[in-house]
Antibody, heavy 122, light 107 residues
Framework: VQLVQSGAEVKKPGESLRISCKVSGDSFTNSWITWVRQMPGKGLEWMARIDPTDSYINYSPSFQGHVSISTDKSLGTAYLQWSSLKASDTAIYYC????????????????WGQGTMVTVSS | IVMTQSPATLSVSPGKRVTLSCRASQNVNNNLAWYQQKPGLPPRLVIYGTSTRASGIPARFSGSGSGTDFTLTISSLQSEDFAVYYCQEYNDWPPRYTFGQGTKLEI
């Protein structure tokens, strides 16, 4: 299984953005997709997760209302988007897949994308 | 839930045994994972469910603990093990899946 993310972005404050995460090597609906933020030189922050089967979503309260996630099953791709970026959104964003063992999905993440660097600067 | 890792930095020689600690501010049952991250790379899952090694992880890595106190042990450090290690709880509801602040393992 591979998760391949879209390339680095440079945006201005107030602009919108959508980044992507394409799943290959396995059925897209086999497991949940999660998004994690890593600000420059900092640790990991869980943002949100989505079940590609039915698009059921959970957001971290820290990110609820500022980002949205979605999927396109026909493309095997998950998305993370912002309607109005802030300078504080500058970070690397990772998508990752939840561990699945038989029919059980765990909320740990065993396959990661390479990360998308988002820079927001005027 | 607040996840606290200690120490922040650990300096160890190759071949030594090392134990990293992670404490949760409340009971997370066994819903605890460990990740390894090297500079410029995404995290790599090492342990989930407190003690289950992820696919491809060498047997020198082991996890233990329960409730609020957890440890990751590397029995004999190899050069490729020097990295930052994060613990993560996934017991909270609604989910926040909080990570610890990381322990940097250096030579």
């Amino acid at each position: 299984v591979q998760l391949v993310q879209s390339g680095a972005e440079v945006k201005k404050p107030g602009e919108s953005l959508r980044i992507s995460c394409k799943v290959s090597g396995d059925s897209f609906t086999n497991s949940w997709i999660t998004w994690v933020r890593q600000m420059p030189g900092k640790g990991l922050e869980w943002m949100a997760r989505i079940d590609p089967t039915d698009s059921y979503i959970n957001y971290s309260p820290s990110f609820q209302g500022h980002v949205s996630i979605s999927t396109d099953k026909s493309l095997g791709t998950a998305y993370l988007q912002w309607s109005s970026l802030k300078a504080s959104d500058t970070a690397i964003y990772y998508c990752a897949r939840h561990v699945r063992v038989a029919t059980t999905v765990y909320n740990a993440f065993d396959v990661w994308g390479q990360g998308t660097m988002v820079t927001v600067s005027s | 839930i607040v996840m606290t890792q200690s120490p922040a930095t650990l300096s160890v020689s190759p071949g030594k045994r090392v134990t990293l600690s992670c404490r949760a501010s409340q009971n997370v049952n066994n819903n605890l994972a460990w990740y390894q991250q090297k500079p410029g790379l995404p995290p790599r899952l090492v342990i989930y469910g407190t003690s289950t090694r992820a696919s491809g992880i060498p047997a020198r890595f082991s996890g233990s603990g329960s409730g609020t106190d957890f440890t990751l042990t590397i029995s004999s450090l190899q050069s490729e093990d020097f990295a930052v290690y994060y613990c993560q709880e996934y017991n909270d509801w609604p989910p926040r899946y909080t990570f610890g602040q990381g322990t940097k393992l250096e030579i």
